[in-house]
């Protein structure tokens, strides 16, 4: 539409000016020839203002950017030219997907200005498409230039808010598994020595022996929580992603655990950080290296139970407890809450 509505625009200027100049040479008046030059000094004067070129003003981000699958973010521009123009540029066009802005007689002057992205998709992103686009003063002619954001996006899972439904079930495991609470089962009783705790001193006993006697106490070693996404390609995949992320950001806040992920495209399935759920990719074939976990509560979250999974359960149940949970699975545990909320 665009194409076509500037082809009617040439076409329209370059039919008038012919048609004056054939008048002039048929009618050979003296007003003709005034209006044709008049024409032509516009014209000559609309060319100079096509001169500035596009290639020195630069598009960057003013910072990086961290967002989320399916959320609108706002993207601070900057738009600068290297050396201010001798000649204005009458209308500069700045196009980002379907949005556009507009700079009237632009002449290289830093601004700032803001476009809205939506991305669909979760990943890394860089060399996101600019449009420039500059325009003589009658609209007729216009130069184009594409640049690329050089800067690095991140977009991680979707979160999902419903998650918070799921937490009583993760906390009510680490309640039951984990060790360290205080035990007040003696195991024995022995002579004080010096650098024993006085609290642990047993007076009544002790006055009867005639004699400081130090109470033993039992101890328990602490079991830790580990949450493990186990990331095999599968259609659900990155419906389970965002809800290990979700619940990821949530158990955070709360208590101490492990996250674990377990994909391709990683640096190591322990440094699971922003960069980890931007970056990582379903796998086909189960990674040689998977981590060895041992003296844990592990939580695994997965699309759904393969033989893959399977195999790598059977590896890790001796010193260790688990539990599975498959996408379907969470998704009808947060639907029975809703219920019977």
């Not at 809205?116 to 325009?135: C, N």
């Not at 009783?189 to 006697?213: A, T």
């Not at 495209?265 to 074939?285: D, H, R």
């Amino acid at each position: 539409m665009r194409r076509t509505r500037l082809i009617g625009k040439f076409c329209l200027f370059f039919a008038t000016y012919f048609l004056l100049l054939s008048y002039c040479i048929v009618f050979n008046n003296e007003a003709g020839w005034s209006l044709f030059f008049f024409l032509t000094l516009l014209l000559l004067a609309d060319l100079l203002f096509t001169l500035p070129s596009l290639n020195k003003i630069q598009v960057t981000l003013e910072e990086s950017i961290q967002t989320q699958r399916n959320q609108e973010t706002p993207l601070p521009l900057q738009v600068f030219n290297y050396r201010p123009t001798l000649l204005p540029i009458p209308k500069l066009t700045l196009r980002f997907q379907e949005q556009e802005q507009t700079l009237t007689f632009y002449r290289g002057e830093s601004f700032r200005l803001e476009v809205l992205w939506l991305p669909t998709a979760r990943g890394v992103y860089s060399g996101l498409p600019v449009t420039l686009t500059s325009h003589d003063l009658w609209g007729i002619f216009k130069k184009k230039r594409i640049l690329q954001l050089q800067q690095e996006l991140l977009v991680l899972p979707e979160n999902k808010p419903e998650v918070i439904s799921l937490l009583t079930l993760f906390e009510k495991q680490v309640r039951k598994y984990t060790y360290g609470e205080p035990n007040f089962t003696i195991r024995n009783y022995r002579n004080y020595q010096q650098g024993d705790s006085l609290k642990h001193i047993d007076w009544k006993l002790s006055s009867k022996q005639q004699e400081l006697i130090y109470r033993e106490h039992e101890t328990e070693q602490q079991q830790e929580l580990t949450l493990l996404f186990w990331g095999e390609s599968h259609a659900l995949f990155e419906e389970t992603l965002a809800l290990f992320f979700s619940l990821h950001n949530l158990l955070y806040k709360k208590i101490t655990f492990q996250p674990v992920l377990i994909g391709e495209k990683l640096a190591s399935p322990y440094q699971v950080q922003a960069g980890a759920f931007a970056a990582i990719q379903p796998f086909t074939a189960t990674p040689q290296q998977l981590p060895k976990i041992s003296g844990h509560h592990v939580i695994i979250l997965a699309p759904v139970i393969s033989s893959a999974l399977e195999a790598y359960r059977e590896t890790m149940v001796r010193g260790n407890t688990l539990q599975i949970y498959t996408y379907q699975d969470l998704i009808q545990r947060m639907a029975r809450k809703e219920v019977s909320g």
